[in-house]
């Protein structure tokens, strides 16, 4: 069956508009006038052309998230908003007001992520178990921070944890101690996600339902694609997760592309899923991984579920001054942040890498952090001296101007949040000082320099709507519109190049620059018609655009109502 989208402003590529487009069989054959798209949709033989009016609307390619949860995306849609939360007793009372009005969500435990301690009025505090037990003293409280690199949990909690004064510390972790010795409820890093995966388990129905809850919200707001990071952090082991994601699109369920992003914290494991777990299964009915087969098409050509990279965790984040950082914080140069990998596991993770041909991305976001792994990825990971495997920093956002250098030299790919500007703007300067703060967040300069650079979100940790995270980049503003030219300027974009990060850069990740990421023939009937005209309305309208109809590989997975 073909299908025509006629009467539109269809973005091709910069400079460059088209009025129609023809599909069949999920992808673009024919891109053109009205006359010459129909025209082509009604030669030769086949079914005839379904038509899509698009009355004068602008149309795009559907949009590619190089960096997400999907999973606790649909999960946080279904716990405590305490991202609200403007201090530690509204916290309190956000949770329970959630528990009263949820009790068959919290019987088990009441986990939920989003509170900011710099966005509190008053006193800017983490909350410990003292807090919490506020909450409960009956039940598990686990209260993520937004960055998901620090966590809260309440007395019961380590009641049930079994952790008392002489609980011993997590590697890669901290954990927060009061005068006695005794944990303060109050963990980083891998101690976090210890703690997390050890007091919460939904069942696997449970995050079944949660991921296709994220899918549903996600083609809402114009993604296509999800690089999606679930195993290895999601609470299931990696080839229970495999099945059940593997089943949701079996079934037809799937509503989005979904590209795998496979987490291991240990080598040995990831060698053990190289050689005998899904990589392996895949890999030999693929022939193989890596960019001479599309970065890993271990689920069938054209499928929407793919098999991509290795992802692996260097630091934690900047609001939770657990960034691993060169010359520490200002007024804090003892405190550096958290290194939450030896050299030798990522030494060991480049090698295996290099040996079956698997990508690498690494959360990296202190410059300390980007330093050793861009150095680590050069010395170890590298192909004939070449980035060949495309092995990404994820976040990259603390940089001084050696490191800008050095990625664009040695082609390193940079999976970019401009979102994130949002809320760091308000703490760059106080904690990294201004010389540095003005080689941060360069990713302006990245793209004009001609770095492989791409956009994502991060979510939960914000939105995965992809517009607030376009206006960002366009206007360098906060949702308030704030500072009024721009957070360092210099670093704005125009808005085709911002669509082309989000399109055909973050395809680029995926090894897929050929047939994803563009409106173009050959390539995946991919694409979004929005609510208003991105090119042309105002600078701060970017933010509140929506999709009427989102298509992906020529099926209409969204219709606004």
Request: charged letters at 25%.
């Amino acid at each position: 069956m073909k299908t025509v989208l006629y009467n539109g402003k269809i973005y091709v590529e910069k400079g460059r508009y088209a009025q129609a487009v023809l599909i069949e069989d999920g992808i673009i054959q024919a891109v053109g006038t009205d006359a010459e798209v129909l025209a082509a949709a009604e030669a030769g033989c086949g079914d005839f052309a379904e038509r899509i009016d698009c009355e004068g609307k602008t149309v795009i390619p559907g949009l590619n998230d190089t960096h997400i949860h999907l999973m606790q995306v649909g999960e946080g849609l279904r716990k405590a908003p305490i991202g609200k939360a403007r201090s530690v007793q509204h916290l309190i009372e956000i949770c329970r007001g959630f528990a009263e009005s949820y009790p068959d969500r919290v019987s088990r435990c009441l986990c939920a992520a989003g509170w900011n301690q710099d966005l509190f009025e008053g006193e800017k505090r983490i909350p410990d178990r003292h807090d919490l037990d506020r909450i409960s003293t009956e039940i598990p409280v686990v209260l993520e921070r937004v960055c998901e690199h620090i966590l809260s949990v309440n007395t019961k909690a380590l009641e049930v944890l079994g952790m008392g004064a002489a609980a011993e510390e997590i590697e890669g972790g901290e954990i927060y101690r009061e005068t006695d010795g005794f944990p303060s409820g109050i963990f980083t890093e891998n101690a976090a996600f210890d703690v997390k995966r050890r007091i919460y388990q939904p069942t696997l129905e449970e995050q079944r339902d949660f991921l296709l809850e994220g899918m549903k919200y996600a083609v809402s707001r114009g993604l296509t694609t999800v690089q999606s990071n679930e195993v290895g952090v999601a609470p299931a082991e990696p080839d229970v997760l495999f099945d059940m994601i593997r089943g949701i699109y079996e079934s037809g369920e799937g509503l989005l592309r979904f590209h795998h992003q496979v987490c291991f914290h240990d080598p040995n494991e990831f060698e053990t899923y190289l050689k005998e777990g899904e990589f392996s299964r895949n890999s030999e009915a693929a022939g193989g991984y890596g960019p001479s087969c599309g970065g890993g098409e271990g689920y069938g050509k054209d499928s929407w579920l793919t098999l991509g990279p290795l992802k692996l965790f260097k630091d934690g984040s900047l609001g939770g001054r657990t960034a691993l950082m060169t010359n520490g914080y200002v007024g804090l140069p003892d405190v550096k942040g958290v290194d939450c990998m030896t050299a030798e596991d990522m030494k060991e993770f480049c090698r295996l890498a290099k040996e079956y041909g698997v990508q690498i991305v690494t959360h990296s976001i202190g410059d300390e952090a980007i330093r050793q792994v861009i150095a680590a990825y050069g010395k170890y990971g590298f192909v004939d001296g070449e980035n060949k495997l495309r092995h990404s920093v994820n976040h990259c956002q603390i940089t001084d101007q050696e490191i800008l250098d050095t990625i664009v030299e040695k082609d390193i790919l940079v999976q970019a949040q401009p979102i994130f500007i949002d809320y760091d703007r308000k703490i760059l300067e106080p904690l990294c000082g201004p010389e540095l703060a003005a080689t941060s967040y360069n990713f302006g300069t990245l793209l004009r320099r001609g770095a492989h650079l791409s956009y994502g979100t991060d979510s939960p940790v914000e939105d995965c709507n992809p517009f607030p995270n376009i206006y960002m980049a366009v206007t360098r503003k906060g949702a308030d519109g704030m500072p009024e030219g721009g957070f360092y300027p210099k670093e704005c974009v125009d808005v085709e190049t911002a669509i082309d990060a989000y399109t055909a850069g973050s395809a680029y990740n995926e090894f897929k620059e050929g047939v994803k990421g563009r409106i173009k023939p050959g390539y995946y009937a991919d694409l979004v018609v929005l609510d208003r005209d991105i090119f042309t309305c105002g600078p701060q309208e970017i933010k509140d655009i929506l999709p009427v109809l989102t298509m992906v590989g020529g099926k209409i997975v969204y219709i606004k109502s």
